[in-house]
């Protein structure tokens, strides 16, 4: 053990024990800083997330909640509280309006708060009890309608309350389809004194529940095989299709992030390997020379690398916290919540991308190293790299398994692992081409430039593997550029700032004009106004529904319920025409809607409308952008076919914080419309955006750090070759100017071969993450195009010179001594 740290002791006094104990570090550093700020984000998003639910969990029912589920809540120490919602009417004095009425126990919300005020259309302030027995909260439209103040009564049903409060927001309930009505809150105790719920009522049951996440796991496990059609088991990212879609394309990213770093590492341990194993050529040599045997050699190399791991695991969890902590603290002032506290598991990971590095880039070459005779290792050209393609595939099948691991599947790892397979390849083709080209073209060199180009082919395979390396590490940065510029940019085209934050239903086609002079007056943006009528579809292509999806399993969404039906004459914003003529006389129906129910252009469809039974071809298909907040349908039909129906109209506003307390006392002349307000939810929404945004912003310098340490070692991966080189060139008489102009040649021409073949495979794997796991258009890239060799050229050049300046500045005597 002595003799083995006295070897430690010598290698890092002469540094090559250093480099590969540095590499160690970032490695584990980089990844242990990224998982745990990952880690951090993802928490804050899901609690984000949870304030819109105003729980971690919640349990939806049509029914009233069997006793036993919060028991069970009780036994598994989660806290737990019960919203029942309903629509009922409401009493003041002569007045009386149709509310949407919660009634909540206490402890609710669990998780968010309400924004109540004493002011009329006030902004409000945060509160997170509930209203007290005999209290109750209205919405300041509910109270115009209704004629009351604070400290006034009304009646619901046989029971009589106090107007505490004016309700701005209730957590939970902003985008429920009961919540088109004015609102109000009331205390769970109160309910039964009402009276207002009989057999046939339309109710809305839910058990809210918040935990740890173990605990509400095993609560996930344990219900939901006893959930029926009418009960509905929902977590925040189930919240909406739009939080599902933010939340959901957060944590691809971040995965790919993260997959990016163990990525890198294991390609920063590759080299640093290498380096070490060839370093050691000699020292192998002497030991065998001395009598060292194979066993005793594996010994010392196992207890060197043992030590090394430990030590480089500690110091690079340390830094790795540090950094996760130091970002986190940057972007502490730039979010709107503090981001909780990085799970210690998450730590694994660190530890295993340097375990992993160990095993499958050292060990492999330290057991090829001891195992040469000292004869052939004391060649020039020793015999160790031999292999070294083989023992980089077995690597890199363990990086794989790691990315696997990490990412908890094998779609982005196989994404990430294909386009660098074909990257390597096509590396390996074009370098060589183009080296042997410029070996052609500079025969008898004299310049700098062809010293340069000559140098390429010269040191062919070590040019090839960094010429992969750079190609990696430039196509790995335009991916994250790409993909944090295509989310965010669709992100804010998907919530844009007027994006309409209000709907009006139930309005009647002889109240249009009177509300489009109110919205004018304030200057109100108003989408067009659509008519709605209900409908169902029965039929398909002359089979019934029932025939087709027995017992209701597997019911596409435009079977599954009646649908509301409109007419237009145009197509609408938000809708774009993919196949058919939306003039002709037939259905239009939605794309996704259309695929889920294997229909096309031409099948026919029957729908039920009051009655009514009326058949009609498919003679469109539409896309629609759901996120675009305008009034869009799944089925529109010929004005023909709807317009002896009795309809009630929609329009979606967008209404600023100035406008909205003249708008709803405007509104306040028309008591039978419902007013839906989105806007809450919106402003939630763009706070994760925004969150998201400067969260990804950290995450990619981080990457591109950790990257641009590898492209320091990939560069002193092969210095010794360049010095040597340098060197003689310089006690053949050449000048520093002569020497430099080589090196910038030969970086330039290997950053600008890498930046082409990066900007090529990054547009491949940009398609394939865009399609496959972001689920989106797929689109070209022309920025990346020019960014790539500009980042080739500039970068790796500059990394060069700077890691060869020693040849540069010292007296060529003194480098071959040194070589």
Request: aromatic share 8%; with cysteine.
């Amino acid at each position: 053990m002595s003799f083995t740290f006295r070897l430690m002791l010598r290698d890092l006094r002469s540094g090559d024990l250093l480099t590969l104990l540095l590499a160690l570090v970032i490695s584990v550093s980089t990844v242990t800083s990224i998982g745990l700020f990952i880690d951090r984000l993802q928490l804050s998003f899901e609690q984000e997330s949870a304030n819109l639910l105003a729980a971690d969990r919640l349990v939806r029912s049509d029914d009233e909640l069997p006793d036993e589920w919060k028991v069970k809540a009780e036994a598994l120490s989660l806290r737990y509280a019960e919203r029942i919602s309903f629509t009922t009417m409401m009493f003041a004095d002569n007045s009386l309006q149709l509310s949407q009425l919660s009634a909540v126990t206490e402890g609710y919300p669990l998780k968010g708060a309400y924004l109540v005020d004493d002011t009329l259309f006030g902004t409000g302030q945060s509160s997170t009890e509930a209203p007290q027995p005999g209290e109750i909260w209205v919405s300041s439209r509910l109270a115009s309608l209704l004629n009351v103040q604070i400290g006034n009564q009304v009646d619901v049903g046989d029971a009589t309350f106090t107007v505490t409060k004016y309700l701005v927001r209730d957590p939970g309930s902003s985008t429920s389809a009961f919540a088109i009505s004015p609102r109000a809150v009331m205390n769970m105790a109160d309910l039964a004194a009402t009276n207002v719920i009989i057999p046939g009522s339309r109710v809305r049951y839910s058990l809210l529940l918040a935990g740890e996440r173990a605990a509400l796991s095993e609560y996930e496990d344990w219900i939901t095989p006893q959930l029926n059609e009418g009960q509905r088991w929902q977590t925040p990212t189930q919240r909406g299709e739009r939080i599902g879609d933010t939340i959901g394309r957060a944590e691809s990213f971040l995965l790919l992030a993260g997959t990016l770093a163990v990525i890198m590492s294991g390609v920063a341990m590759a080299l640093a390997s290498a380096r070490f194993v060839k370093r050691h050529l000699m020292q192998v040599a002497i030991l065998k020379t001395l009598g060292a045997t194979p066993k005793l050699l594996g010994k010392v190399f196992f207890q060197q690398l043992f030590t090394l791991f430990l030590a480089g695991a500690l110091i690079g969890l340390g830094i790795g916290w540090a950094i996760q902590e130091l970002i986190a603290s940057i972007l502490s002032g730039l979010m709107s919540t503090a981001l909780p506290e990085p799970s210690v598991s998450r730590l694994w990971l660190g530890v295993a991308t340097g375990a992993i590095s160990m095993l499958v880039f050292c060990l492999p070459l330290m057991s090829h190293l001891i195992k040469i005779s000292p004869l052939s290792v004391l060649q020039p050209n020793a015999k160790v790299e031999l292999n070294t393609v083989f023992i980089y595939v077995i690597g890199f099948m363990g990086m794989y398994g790691l990315m696997c691991v990490y990412t908890n599947g094998f779609l982005l790892p196989s994404i990430m692992t294909a386009a660098i397979s074909a990257i390597a390849l096509f590396v390996a083709g074009i370098g060589w081409m183009a080296f042997k080209l410029g070996r052609s073209l500079t025969s008898g060199a004299t310049s700098g430039w062809q010293i340069g180009l000559a140098s390429l082919y010269r040191r062919l395979v070590p040019n090839l593997f960094q010429l992969l390396v750079f190609t990696l590490i430039i196509m790995l940065t335009l991916i994250l550029i790409g993909v944090k510029s295509n989310l965010i940019a669709d992100w804010q085209q998907q919530l844009p700032e007027d994006a309409p934050n209000h709907y009006l239903f139930n309005v009647q086609a002889e109240q249009i004009e009177s509300i489009n002079d109110a919205t004018d007056a304030l200057n109100v943006p108003r989408s067009d106004w659509y008519p709605m009528v209900r409908g169902r579809v029965i039929e398909a292509n002359g089979e019934s529904v029932e025939a087709l999806y027995p017992e209701e399993r597997g019911e596409p969404e435009l079977y599954e319920r009646e649908l509301n039906l409109t007419w237009s004459d145009s197509i609408g914003k938000g809708n774009e025409l993919v196949a058919g003529d939306f003039s002709a006389n037939g259905l239009s129906v939605e794309q996704k809607a259309a695929q889920e129910a294997k229909l096309s252009l031409g099948d026919e469809l029957t729908i039920n409308i009051g009655g009514n039974i009326i058949t009609l071809p498919i003679t469109s298909i539409r896309t629609v952008d759901w996120g675009s907040m305008q009034p869009n349908f799944y089925l529109m039909l010929p004005k023909s076919a709807l317009e002896d129906y009795p309809a009630n109209f929609v329009s979606s506003l967008f209404i600023d914080e100035t406008a909205a307390q003249p708008f709803y006392k405007a509104m306040s002349q028309f008591p039978t419309v419902s007013i839906l307000n989105v806007g809450d939810i919106l402003k939630q929404i763009q706070s994760i955006i925004g969150q998201l945004s400067k969260a990804i912003q950290l995450v990619l310098f981080c990457i591109l750090s950790a990257g641009a340490l590898v492209l320091l070692a990939s560069v002193r991966s092969t210095l010794e070759e360049r010095l040597e080189e340098g060197a003689l060139l310089r006690v053949l008489g050449a000048k520093s100017a002569l020497v430099r102009q080589a090196l910038l040649v030969e970086f330039g021409a290997l950053g600008f071969f890498a930046g082409i073949i990066a900007a090529l495979g990054a547009e491949a794997c940009l398609f394939g993450l865009q399609v496959f796991v972001f689920n989106s258009q797929a689109s070209v890239h022309p920025l990346l195009w020019v960014l790539g060799p500009v980042i080739g050229v500039c970068v790796i050049s500059t990394i060069g010179i700077f890691a060869s300046r020693t040849v540069l500045k010292v007296p060529p005597m003194l480098l071959l001594r040194g070589l």
